[in-house]
């Protein structure tokens, strides 16, 4: 095996000089650079594969919402979930190797591990639009084969997709199976649970979706075979930005990560007054609602409005199935999520909350401490996830009224149509839509709920980001010392202030976050803390 790695890994040759990192994605980057980073991870998902008794690893060619020139690869654990932490630092390792010691830091993984080079490996992967996909494939292809990896391509999927079939992989013909091995399985599987939680109540007015010109497009136009229109019990849904044949136009002038940073809708949305709008990134798990209320201008729904809105109707649905006092039931945040949000949680919902580092990873992780655990990400990567005593109690609690049948049937079926291994895009709106359509709510009563506080995120370039060292879920600096005193000091002038700064993980930058009680104070607030740490 030794001798083909050293082959392959010839023709997959390391950019010199370049350092690459196992991010909160994967690894990311120009396209270009990544061609032995692609190899050397599937070499890291034949030894994960082969350490987990041969279960099944998702590896996934993606950049999101960069722009259509970069590309990345991540790995997915056997349950959909991302890859354990501690794998990071051996993808990081794998990936920065020499040349000529790739085999050799292949072969001492293996032995640190302890990992038996004859348990079989197996993979699954897939990719999004990007013109770059397939010759990156190829260099994933030559390191699957050098390491003797059975594997399926499911060429191309949104990210939710891969996470979802790489669970189905690993749990059929169990009690646990999470669904039929494939795509088509994944559309079943949402429109049924769709069908089922919708009760045939109906969606007020349509839906347009803007796709970021990704990989969401097709999917969904394939999705929507499976969902009724909106007279029927379903929802009518208008499809805008679904080119994927002009490479440029990927994520550009659409997708969640304008809509949220811009504060508008594409330009080429042409929802009327009080339409609901939806938008997702380029490989569909994320997603952001939006509006134009005629009094008002254009009305972001994020992330945290999804959280809130999936916490306040799955908390009612548990109280009206009487089962509020023996399931916990929480919502997980990050720093980033507007205060009004968290205090509508805490104090509204009377939820508890619970705030962690930003990436997906941690989120996941904390939720699954609660029985019912809402997380969602202010940019809109979220899902819900229900414990083993959740789902149990959903099957076999004998109603007591015909109400009581009627919550757990619709509970029952938001644990089908949540897709639990991470957030995504196709199933998130199908949850919101039935959470809409069951409150009988326009976007303008959805947006009603609370009132956000006013903010404002800068990104502040800095001379060294790595000098930026945080606490208390990113909320304070520990490093350089002293700046969080002067944070503290000027945050404490601002009526309702609250400002953090953290360097981000993705870019080579220090991100400021202020809120404050009116939007100039927010402004200043941030423009303060920014230049404190510039
Ligand atoms: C990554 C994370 C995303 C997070 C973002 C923060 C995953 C799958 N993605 O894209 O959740 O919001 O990083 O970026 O975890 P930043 O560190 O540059 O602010
Ligand atoms: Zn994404």
Known sequence: MDSKILAASSKHPKPVDHVFQYGTAGFRMKATLLD???????LVAALRSRKLGGQTIGVMITASHNPPEDNGVKLVDPMG????????AYSTELANAKDEDVVKVY???GEKLKINPDTASRVIYARDTRPSGPKLVQALLDALNATGTEYTDYKLLTTPQLHYLTRCTNTEGTPQSYGEVSEKGYYEKLGKAFKRAMKGKKTVGSLTVDCANGVGGPKLAELLKYIPAGSDGGVDIKIINDDVLKAEVLNHECGADYVKTKQRAPPTSKAGNNERCCSYDGDADRIIYYFNDPEHGFRLLDGDRIATLAASFIGDLAREAGLASELKIGVVQTAYANGASTKYVEKTLGLPVVCTPTGVKWL???ATKFDVGVYFEANGHGTVVFSQQALKAFSTKEPESP??????????ALTDLINQTVGDALSDMLLVETI????????????LTYTDLPNRLVRVEVADRNIFKTTNAERTLVEPQGTQDRIDQLVSKFKDGRSFARASGTEDAVRVYAEAATRSEADDLASKIAGLVK
């Open 36 to 42: 032995s980073v692609v190899f050397r991870v599937g």
């Open 81 to 88: 979930e991302m890859l354990e932490n501690s794998w990071e």
């Open 107 to 109: 072969r001492s993984l």
């Open 364 to 366: 996941h992780h904390a």
């Open 403 to 412: 109400a009581q049948a009627s919550a757990l049937e619709t509970l029952r």
């Open 436 to 447: 809409l359509a069951h409150k009988s709510w326009t976007p303008k009563e959805w947006d």
